[in-house]
C-alpha cells in the first residue's frame, strides 16, 4: 500500500541525511581517539596494549586501531624494541603550548576565594621566594585571624606548615640554602630537618600548632606542577578554639581543590 503525502513528509522531517550521521561518526571517533590519548598519558609511562586497553576500557583490536591513528597523526609513538606505547612529539609539543596558557594564580584565586567564602575558613598562599617561603594571597575568613603576617612575609622553612611543605615537595637544590641557614639560627639539627622532610612528604601536607603564632593551627597542602614540584602552598589558619569537627571537613576539601587545581597545572599524581 503506498505511503500517503503526510506519511511523506513525516518521514522526510525524522530521516537523518547521510551527511549528518557521517559528522555523528566522525565526532564519536575523536571522542574515542581522545579518550585513548587521554588515558596513555594518565598511565604515566610507556605501557603495554593491554595497560592502555584497561585504562580506557576499549577492547584491546579497537585500541590498537585507534593507536596506529594516533601513532600515524604523531600524537602518539610505539617503541620498536618493547611494543610499548607513549606519547608522542605532538601530544607533548599540544601538553606544553596548553599549560603555557594556564595562569596558576588566576586559578588559584578563584577556587580560593570561593572556598573561603563559602566555609569561612582563612587560607593564605605562597611560593618560594628567594628569601623563602613568601606569602602572595591572604583570604580572610570568618572570624578574622589576626597576625602579624601579611602578604609580602617571608615565612621558616623548618617552623611553618607552609615551610614545611615546601621542604618536602621541593627538590633539595632549592631549599638546601635556606635549610642551612635555620640550622644556624635554631636548635633543629641537620637530622631533625631530613626527619621533617620525610614526615610531610609521608603525611602530604604540612601541619604546626602554634609554633608561628600561640594559639593558632596552620595545614598546608601542596599545589605541584607538571613535574610534581609544589609551585605553591595553600595554608588553612584557625585558632585553637576554633578547631571543630567542620574544620576537618574543610581541610579535606582543601585537599581536593588543590589537587584538582594541580591537575589543571599538569600533575598526574594520585
Known amino acids: 500500500m503506498p505511503r500517503g503525502p503526510l506519511e511523506d513528509e513525516i518521514m522526510a522531517r525524522t530521516a537523518k541525511p547521510a551527511s549528518e550521521t557521517a559528522r555523528r561518526r566522525g565526532i564519536q571517533s575523536v571522542e574515542i581517539g581522545l579518550n585513548v590519548l587521554e588515558s596513555l598519558g594518565a598511565l604515566g609511562q610507556a605501557s603495554t596494549l ?3 586497553a584497561q ?9 590498537h586501531r585507534y593507536l596506529q591513528s594516533l ?3 604523531g600524537m ?12 608522542g612529539p605532538k601530544a607533548l609539543k599540544l601538553g606544553l603550548v596548553a599549560l603555557a596558557r594556564i595562569d596558576a594564580f588566576r586559578l588559584v584565586d578563584t577556587a580560593m576565594i570561593e572556598f573561603t567564602q563559602r566555609t569561612g575558613q582563612t587560607v593564605q598562599i605562597a611560593a618560594l621566594g628567594p628569601l623563602g617561603p613568601t606569602i602572595v594571597r591572604w583570604n580572610m575568613g570568618r572570624p578574622a585571624v589576626m597576625t602579624s603576617f601579611n602578604v609580602g612575609s617571608v ?8 615551610g614545611q611543605t615546601f621542604l618536602a615537595f621541593v627538590p633539595h637544590a632549592e631549599t638546601d640554602h635556606l635549610v642551612e641557614r635555620e640550622l644556624k639560627a635554631g636548635p633543629l639539627k641537620r637530622a ?8 610531610v612528604r609521608a603525611r602530604g601536607f604540612g601541619h604546626v600548632e602554634g609554633a608561628m603564632v600561640p594559639g593558632l593551627r596552620a595545614t598546608a597542602f601542596p599545589i605541584f606542577d607538571l613535574q610534581g ?6 595554608t588553612a589558619l584557625s585558632p585553637d578554639v576554633l578547631a571543630a569537627p567542620g574544620r576537618d571537613v574543610a581541610l579535606e576539601e582543601l585537599r ?13 599524581g594520585t
Not at 602518539?76 to 606519547?87: C, E, F, N, S, V
Not at 615565612?155 to 607552609?162: G, H, N
Not at 631533625?192 to 614526615?199: H, I, K, T, Y
Not at 614540584?229 to 595553600?234: F, G
Open 50 to 52: 593491554s595497560a592502555v
Open 256 to 268: 581536593g581543590l588543590c589537587r584538582d587545581i594541580s591537575a589543571q597545572l599538569g600533575w598526574f
Open 76 to 87: 602518539a609513538i610505539q617503541d620498536p624494541d618493547t611494543g610499548r606505547y607513549d606519547l
Open 155 to 162: 615565612l621558616p622553612l623548618l617552623y611553618s606548615a607552609t
Open 229 to 234: 614540584r609544589a609551585v605553591l602552598t595553600a
Open 71 to 73: 601513532i600515524s597523526a
Open 55 to 63: 585504562a580506557s576500557g576499549m577492547a584491546a583490536p579497537q585500541v
Open 192 to 199: 631533625d630537618a631530613e626527619r621533617l622532610r620525610l614526615e
